[in-house]
């Protein structure tokens, strides 16, 4: 019912910025909670952040809190992720998910993208 598609991801130095775009088709996105989450070679997948479907609420990680904003514009049907600060333990495939609640956990997402690759390293 949602395709997901990434974009942003690449090598960034420690302290540096990227921004993740996740772009979804159209038909309900709005109807979706999105979440980010990411996985680092031999970890298991993890949460990142979440935003309820009006946007008007989030969810981070404690590691990521203060450093990283998900945003979302149903105009465009397109939820971002805004990384800032960037740590080497930041490194991993980043993934974008569509769900029914805004949850922590990723059985409660339906829909995945395919992942996009941010490494953080000098």
């Known amino acids: 019912q949602v395709q997901l598609v990434e974009s942003g991801g690449g090598l960034v130095q420690p302290g540096g910025s990227l921004r993740l775009s996740c772009a979804a088709s159209?038909?309900?996105?709005?109807?979706?909670?999105m979440g980010w989450f990411r996985q680092a070679p031999g970890k298991e997948r993890e949460f990142v952040a979440a935003i309820s479907r009006g946007g008007g609420s989030t969810l981070y990680a404690d590691s990521v809190k203060g450093r990283f904003t998900i945003s979302r514009d149903n105009a465009r049907n397109t939820v971002y992720l805004q990384m800032n600060s960037l740590k080497p333990e930041d490194t991993a495939v980043y993934y974008c998910?569509?769900?029914?609640?805004?949850?922590?956990?990723?059985?409660?997402?339906?829909?995945w993208g395919q992942g996009t690759q941010v490494t953080v390293s000098s």
């Open positions: 159209g038909r309900t996105f709005s109807s979706y909670a």
């Open positions: 998910a569509a769900g029914g609640l805004g949850t922590m956990t990723v059985n409660g997402y339906n829909y």
